[in-house]
């Protein structure tokens, strides 16, 4: 819990004050955001606001991550450093969408293939990874991820090879982070849902360790349910650092923001959320906690196919769904507060129905 409590302070304070000197360096060198032509026209007002700001916020995670293990004095796990590494890469690739379409003056970065192709190549490396580093815990040999498809934890008729699995794995990191750099188009939209869905996981790895399989406070009541998962105490650290990070850029998110993610911090967060996802053992349940994410994403898929299929004819006003209840009408602040609603109801049935599968099954 020291460590816990250590990381979240650190990456809430390093957000809160370290984001108002970032967004001074920004203004003063004029890096700012490009709105894209056939938006919402009251989005045109945040043209030039500074972004790129997912880079204070991975400091601020690497940072909190780095002072609990100080406090604690102990050394990273492979799961952590797994997890991390998997932020930091997603967010280099953001940053360098960000860049070209600062140092291009325009709204588009990376082409889109080539940007899949950067998103598959690290998500190939870290599924590889993830399977490897076999160790010992509490008798049990595990890795830190699984070759069997998850929902609140194995299923072991759904044990796949290896090479299955890495493609499972790379699909759920693609699509994540592409479903959160969707997302993050209104004040605050991602930042806020985000930082539920990070709480969320908080939750489940505190819970995963208590109730680890072979652990001290396994009982035989309680030992048919118990999980076999690697390192859950030390993903909690980096669950509730991102949520904690994300609060702190929340006070420059909200609106009207006074700087923006960007690719740079929605890639990262994305590629967290399905990272957890599979280091927990939860890959099928992040579609309930992270079902924002995938509602987003999945108005632009039935966008563009609709399109198609019609030869022209739009399902939605515009896509993603948020931008498509703006041209409806209704205020930013009201789809970013909706949506956040939806975001934390999410959450909580996600958590229920982890929580609840342990109890049916006492």
């Known amino acids: 819990m020291v460590g816990i409590i250590s990381a979240a ?19 003063r060198r004029a890096y700012g955001q490009f709105i894209r032509s056939d938006g919402p026209t009251e989005h ?6 500074p972004t790129m700001g997912g880079v204070v916020l991975i400091i601020a995670v690497v940072a909190g991550y780095a002072v609990s293990h100080l406090v604690m004095w102990s050394l990273p796990s492979i799961s952590g450093v797994l997890l991390l590494g998997l932020l930091l890469a997603l967010g280099l690739v953001g940053f360098t969408d960000d860049w070209i379409k600062i140092s291009r003056s325009r709204s588009r970065g990376l082409g889109s293939w080539a940007k899949l192709a950067l998103q ?8 590889v990874l993830a399977l490897l580093f076999p160790a010992y815990r509490y008798g049990n040999m595990v890795t830190p991820a699984s070759t069997a498809i998850s929902l609140l934890r194995d299923i072991p008729w759904l044990t796949v090879g290896p090479v299955v699995a890495v493609i499972f794995m790379v699909l759920l990191i693609t699509g994540f982070s592409n479903g959160t750099n969707l997302t993050d188009g209104l004040d605050g939209l991602l930042t806020g849902s985000a930082a539920m869905v990070f709480l969320a996981y908080g939750v ?11 652990g001290p406070r396994i009982t035989p009541d309680t030992e048919a349910m118990c999980y076999v998962v690697r390192n859950p105490g030390d993903l909690a650290i980096i669950a509730v650092a991102i949520a904690a990070a994300l609060f702190g850029f929340l006070w ?9 993610l960007g690719d740079t911090g929605s890639l990262a967060i994305g590629g967290a959320v399905a990272g957890m ?3 927990t053992r939860t890959e099928l349940l992040v579609l309930v906690i992270g079902f924002i994410f995938v509602l987003e994403a999945f108005s632009v898929i039935a966008q563009v196919g609709f399109f198609k ?7 939605l006003k515009m896509a993603p769904l948020h931008h498509h ?30 929580y609840a599968e342990w109890v049916v099954g006492l």
């Open 325 to 354: 209840f703006e041209m409806l009408g209704w205020q930013e602040v009201t789809v970013v507060i909706r949506f956040w609603i939806i975001a934390g109801l999410s959450v909580i049935a996600g958590i229920g129905l982890f």
């Open 44 to 49: 045109h007002v945040k043209r030039g606001t």
């Open 120 to 127: 598959i190549g690290v998500g190939v490396i870290f599924a």
């Open 204 to 214: 489940v790895n505190v819970w995963q360790g208590n109730q680890i399989c072979g």
């Open 309 to 315: 299929l019609t030869k022209g004819r739009r399902l």
């Open 9 to 27: 302070v650190v990456a809430l304070l390093v957000t809160l004050i370290g984001t108002r000197f970032w967004i001074r360096f920004l203004e």
């Open 277 to 279: 996802a599979i280091l």
């Open 252 to 260: 420059w998110n909200a609106r009207p923001a006074k700087i923006f």
